[in-house]
T-cell receptor, first 114, second 115 residues
Framework: EADIYQTPRYLVIGTGKKITLECSQT?????MYWYQQDPGMELHLIHY???????EKGDLSSESTVSRIRTEHFPLTLESARPSHTSQYLC?????????????FGQGTRLTVV | AQSVTQLGSHVSVSEGALVLLRCNYS??????LFWYVQYPNQGLQLLLK??????LVKGINGFEAEFKKSETSFHLTKPSAHMSDAAEYFC?????????????FGKGTKLSVKP
């Protein structure tokens, strides 16, 4: 099993609240990713990181922000949640940054903003 | 630029029947290809991957895929479907030749298995 963990698994929160989705991996992987996935839909890359102090925006524009202060930790933050942010968020990591190795995924956080 | 097309957003088979999920790719470099499975309310799990070497790749749960360069395809098959195979399946190609080195996913195919 992959050693990558996301918390919480499910979150229902009111509009305007600040939220942080946690992602941690114990594999020592340098590269980490956040994907957004609407029900029954494709995955959209919203953020990625090559390592500590590196963050990049993905293909899909997102109002969320990320940080990478430690190799194993890659949290995602929404300063003011809105109903349009309702989605599933998947965290992943890869051993290298070149794209030649498979990604390991967390179980996801299903966010509902009411 | 790399891209992936999965034909059929929904495939339904009977238990015991052949499973065939189609994936075509576009890549400017020799492709690295992956198939992932996603069960409801779960993350993605790697089924199999092709990097170099043998073009027929065997994965977990009895699945296999064949890389066909001439057809730019990487179709996923399983000889006999089980009820437990019902899930969403994603094909992905690596952008390792680009500046980012990210995985590019198809839109997914939902597999239903009828008793």
């Amino acid at each position: 099993e992959a050693d990558i963990y996301q918390t919480p698994r499910y979150l229902v929160i009111g509009t305007g609240k600040k939220i942080t989705l946690e992602c941690s991996q114990t594999m020592g992987h340098d590269k980490m990713y956040w994907y957004q996935q609407d029900p029954g839909m494709e995955l959209h890359l919203i953020h990625y990181s090559y390592g500590v102090n590196s963050t990049e925006k993905g293909d899909l524009s997102s109002e969320s922000t990320v940080s990478r202060i430690r190799t194993e930790h890659f949290p995602l933050t929404l300063e003011s949640a809105r109903p349009s942010h309702t989605s599933q968020y998947l965290c992943a990591s890869t051993k290298g940054g070149t794209g030649k190795t498979e990604a390991f995924f967390g179980q996801g956080t299903r966010l509902t903003v009411v | 630029a790399q891209s992936v097309t999965q034909l059929g957003s929904h495939v339904s088979v009977s238990e015991g029947a052949l499973v065939l999920l189609r994936c075509n790719y576009s890549s400017s470099v020799p492709p690295y290809l992956f198939w992932y499975v996603q069960y409801p309310n779960q993350g993605l799990q790697l089924l199999l991957k092709y990097t170099t070497g043998a073009t027929l790749v065997k994965g977990i749960n009895g699945f296999e895929a064949e890389f066909k360069k001439s057809e730019t395809s990487f179709h996923l098959t399983k000889p006999s479907a089980h009820m437990s195979d019902a899930a969403e399946y994603f094909c992905a190609v690596s952008d390792y030749g680009g500046s980012q080195g990210n995985l590019i996913f198809g839109k997914g195919t939902k597999l239903s298995v009828k008793p």
